[in-house]
DNA sequence: GAATAAAACGACCGGTCGTTCTATATTCCA
DNA sequence: TGGAATATAGAACGACCGGTCGTTTTATTC
């Protein structure tokens, strides 16, 4: 890995910690300078605007997700183990990974009237993580896990319903039940897609 | 009321409309001042800081939902009925009533990690939206609509995952079938709540 | 190790932010 | 209607924003 790519890949480390905080917006030059410990104009010049940088941020969360969520999950047998296996993952994700929650929740309530290349680069990898889940669904229907007349575009959106309903109640609200509320929304979701 | 009611009132408005577009940090007084035809200064003497009028464009958020939302659906025969009313006219209001989607969420997500006085009163204004949830779950365990071991803390859970997947199909991925999806999510809610 | 290309620097641009000040205009009540 | 209270204006503040510049330092390559 040459230099450059050294300290981009710092400076975007850097910066996802960061805008997991205070969104891609508050993102700002200056404090990720500070952060990195080089000067503002020598971190510009890796991404020659701030857009390519959240851009890049969005990229650089998008490779963790998989790494952290999606690859461990798809070593789970097919069917609903797997897809228990993705839904704990993301559960541990919107915990750990940042200490600001999700930045894809975030970025999305913060684009989600935005228009530009940000706004499009975000619902592109949202789309794919969405995809993942109904992806998931459908494997529990060949697998004959999951009734053969399940919507799983329906599926898709009460799962992302479930996760997002755990980070407000987990981080706004601070419910210490949070993570019980979560595993049994994600029962009913899947009891009721199971074939009776 | 006075003129100064008066002209506070109509910036509130206005801060309300801004700040459901970009939020209540987005929300600047520069901006404001301008669309509501005063100088920058004048307006400010009217809160005297900006968390003061964050806060105060929150309570006039909650005044308005409890306008749109709560008090319309109270008219409606208790229970099922009434609950019914209240997630329909939920919906509209996160379609019509801001341009910018609701400001509560977008709010959440703004402060779920920024600790203060607007977060503190975005926390007590979500609870009591919250809590009306509740209530109307409870009102259908009474009439007998629900099962009576029906747990309305999750049911609570569970219904605010449906709005706010909402929010993200219709907004920022503008799912044609967002609404579609919103119902049926609702009537697997509703009828795995009811006896059987 | 010298030549060349790339990366980092620091000062600076115009602009906007929230906030403060003083001075003037307006509203309100005796 | 006169005078105190209040509402508004306008200019200015220090801090920060994203972005640009020429220059210097560091890596890479022959």
Excluded at 80 to 102: H, M, N, T, V, Y
Excluded at 166 to 190: C, G, I, K, S
Aim: net charge negative.
């Amino acid at each position: 890995m040459s230099k450059s790519e050294e300290t981009r890949s710092s400076i975007l480390h850097q910066a996802l910690d960061i805008s997991s905080e205070v969104g891609l917006e508050g993102l700002s030059l200056g404090i990720l300078a500070k952060r990195v410990e080089m000067s503002k104009s020598g971190l510009y010049a890796h991404f020659s605007s701030k857009e390519n940088l959240q851009c890049a941020v969005l990229d650089t969360a998008a490779e963790r997700f998989i790494d952290i969520v999606l690859s461990p999950a798809l070593k789970q047998p097919r069917g609903i183990p797997r897809l228990k296996a993705l839904f704990e993952r993301w559960l541990q994700w919107e915990d750990d990974e940042f200490s600001g929650g999700c930045l894809f929740i975030t970025a999305a309530t913060e684009f989600d009237d935005r228009p530009g290349p940000v706004r499009d680069r975000l619902v592109d990898h949202l789309r794919d993580v969405l995809d993942a889940i109904a992806r998931a669904a459908d494997i529990c229907k060949k697998e004959g896990h999951f009734r053969s007349d399940l919507d799983t575009e329906q599926f898709r959106y009460d799962f992302w319903g479930v996760l997002l309903s755990y980070q407000h109640f987990r981080r706004l609200l601070q419910h210490p039940q949070a993570r019980d509320y979560a595993h049994r929304a994600f029962e009913r979701l899947v009891s009721s897609a199971t074939p009776h």
